[in-house]
């Protein structure tokens, strides 16, 4: 049995990028992983030393279910990242912690799903942001800019009416102003190992001035070399995420995605650390560092462990 299991689900696999070349280094080596899908029934969890989330996408429409298993998997073998940073990673409430702990992050004003007068929040954040042309309206949880729509500001009415399908469907909501400089500059999402950077991407922008969101496909990606003032930010985002989460120990995978405000600085948008994509076919020797970093974290445990047993 493979030590390794990197779950996904059967509609995700399709579009999760980085599984081939994590395949192919991992046969490379000598690394025992198994693709399994975590809706599977008939999956032993316990068999593996660990259990990798890579890309169980389908959990943004599933959350309850994904949740229980999350938690049933955890009980009996090593989840990664483990559990709370999960919890906390699936739901963008996060920003506010992040904030709290001085992380610059894109100004977010949250609608919880009790809200009685959501229209109140709405309007109270358009004063909040006078010179905002456009602004973003969302589920606290989502992936894949699910639900996710751009609305200008002389759209308001529809953005309400946007926001209340959303509270009454249940989901908490985000309402952000829409930074400009993403429609040029797109956005840089730094992805680190183990607390290490090892890589960064330019996504192009997703949302349309039309209202149309385009899906985040290779087209959209490229290599990119961030600076230091984006380094700054995005690690002193994981250390506020290892201190709010109480971890010694850096969480071992986390996707860091930035843009630049209106003064050019760069801030927070999300911070991916439960199943990130993390675009390693489009930075050479990225896929080959992850591959490595689960070998020395995770790898070979099973073989120690029965070394020991025979000495016992």
């Not at 899908?37 to 309850?64: C, I, K, N, Q």
């Not at 938690?71 to 999960?86: E, F, G, I, Q, Y």
């Not at 977010?108 to 009685?116: I, K, L, M, S, W």
């Not at 992936?143 to 751009?150: D, H, L, P």
Request: hydrophobic share 40%; aromatic share 8%; with cysteine.
């Amino acid at each position: 049995m493979p030590d390794i299991a990197l779950v996904t689900d059967a509609e995700s696999l399709p579009i999760d990028y980085d599984m081939p070349p994590i395949l192919e280094i991992a046969e490379e080596i000598g690394l025992s992983v198994k693709v399994c899908e975590w809706d599977d029934p008939e999956v032993d969890w316990s068999s593996f030393e660990t259990v990798l989330l890579r890309s169980p996408w389908t959990y943004a429409t599933r959350l309850a279910e994904f949740l229980a298993w999350c938690k049933r998997v955890s009980k009996v073998t090593r989840l990664s990242n483990p559990l709370d940073a999960v919890l906390w990673g699936l739901d963008k409430h996060y920003l506010g912690d992040l904030a709290r702990h001085g992380v610059p992050t894109v100004p977010t004003r949250f609608v919880e799903a009790d809200a009685d007068q959501p229209d109140v929040d709405l309007e109270a954040f358009m004063g909040d942001h006078p010179n905002a042309r456009e602004f973003v309206v969302k589920p606290t949880i989502g992936a894949y800019s699910r639900n996710v729509k751009r609305f200008r500001r002389d759209r308001k009415d529809e953005a309400s009416d946007y926001l209340r399908s959303l509270i009454d469907a249940g989901s908490s909501v985000i309402l952000q102003p829409y930074f400009e400089s993403i429609d040029a500059l797109g956005e840089t999402d730094l992805i680190y190992f183990n607390g290490t950077f090892s890589h960064a991407i330019r996504k192009g922008a997703l949302l349309m001035p039309d209202g149309t969101v385009n899906v985040p496909t290779a087209d959209f990606r490229k290599a990119r070399d961030p600076d230091k003032v984006e380094k700054d930010v995005a690690e002193a985002a994981l250390r506020a995420a290892s201190v709010h989460l109480g971890h010694d120990a850096p969480l071992f995978y986390a996707r860091i995605d930035l843009i630049r405000d209106p003064l050019g600085a760069p801030v927070v948008l999300e911070m991916e650390i439960s199943e990130p994509s993390l675009s390693l076919p489009f930075c050479e020797g990225s896929a080959r560092r992850f591959v490595k970093a689960i070998a020395k974290e995770f790898g070979g445990v099973r073989a120690e462990r029965e070394r020991a047993d025979a000495n016992a």
